[in-house]
């Protein structure tokens, strides 16, 4: 789902198994906002996958979907891969309808309506979890749709890491 923070394009993860919402640290000090943090104390989530999750604490963010701006608080994880999962509290708070056979989700009564992305739309994504420590190179298992596999791919990040 596309939507801005402070003017910045930003595409988020709806995610209707996730209670509240989440954002990146990394994406948070991209913002410039570290010092908005509220600390919440030593706190682990688990993901699906059994695999931790660290809770750096919470922040208001304001979400910009064309002219409606929608204010929200997000918890602050470590290593998230996503910059934010918009979660049922946001899906409750907006009165959320999910469109799955139309591809579509309207917020607070079809004032908003947004495309959601297409598993066909998405190129590449990485097999695994995975850290690669700094100053350091990896390889990163990736897996492509069926009809990408015998063509030559460049694959770029589509963001900076650098803190």
């Not at 997000?74 to 139309?102: A, C, P, R």
Request: proline share 5%.
């Amino acid at each position: 789902m596309q939507l801005k923070i402070l003017n910045i394009p930003v595409q988020a993860l709806v995610d209707t198994g996730a209670y509240v919402s989440y954002v990146s640290r990394t994406f948070v000090q991209k913002l410039g906002l570290s010092q908005q943090i509220t600390a919440l104390g030593q706190k682990v989530l688990s993901t699906a996958d059994g695999k931790p999750l660290h809770i750096i604490g919470e922040i208001e963010l304001s979400l910009k979907f064309r002219d409606l701006i929608i204010p929200l608080t997000f918890t602050v994880l470590q290593n998230l891969t996503m910059n934010l999962i918009l979660g049922l509290d946001f899906l409750k708070h907006t009165g959320s309808k999910i469109d799955l056979s139309g591809g579509m989700i309207s917020l607070y009564d079809d004032l908003v309506i947004q495309k959601l992305i297409r598993p066909s739309e998405i190129l590449a994504r990485s097999c695994q979890s995975l850290t690669i420590p700094p100053k350091s190179e990896a390889h990163v298992p990736i897996c492509v749709p069926s009809y990408l596999h015998d063509k030559l791919l460049l694959i770029e990040t589509a963001a900076s890491l650098d803190n």
